[in-house]
Nanobody, 120 residues
């Protein structure tokens, strides 16, 4: 099993910045990718950014490109999402996800979510 704990959400003014953290614990040795997703009421959860644990390749949603940066600290087993130039439409619950590869296939684990509110 993999446990994910997110932190760093909160209320921020439009144009401001926020950094989310996701700390992984448990059976982390077979995690091959981690990502940040977000969800607003009535909408499907959507990918914001992802990072490969194997080669640090990153991938961003169009809405995040140029404003958000995903990174990782392997020593701390932590992935970060640095969000800049935040807009009200970035308001959502942000979830961290870990993808783990086992012999039987890939498995996904989710954190509990952290609320980000962009408002004046």
């Amino acid at each position: 099993q993999v446990q994910l704990v997110e932190s760093g959400g909160g209320l921020v003014l439009p144009g401001g910045s926020l950094t989310l953290s996701c700390a992984a614990s448990g059976s982390i040795e077979s995690i091959y990718a981690m990502g940040w997703f977000r969800q607003t009421p009535g909408k499907q959860r959507e990918l914001v950014a992802s990072i490969s644990i194997e080669d640090s390749t990153t991938n961003y949603a169009d809405s995040a490109k140029g404003r958000f940066t995903i990174s990782r600290d392997s020593a701390k087993n932590t992935v970060y999402l640095r969000m800049s130039t935040l807009k009200p439409e970035d308001t959502a619950v942000y979830y961290c996800r870990a993808a783990r590869r086992l012999y039987s296939g890939s498995y996904y684990y989710w954190g509990q979510g952290t609320q980000v509110t962009v408002s004046s």
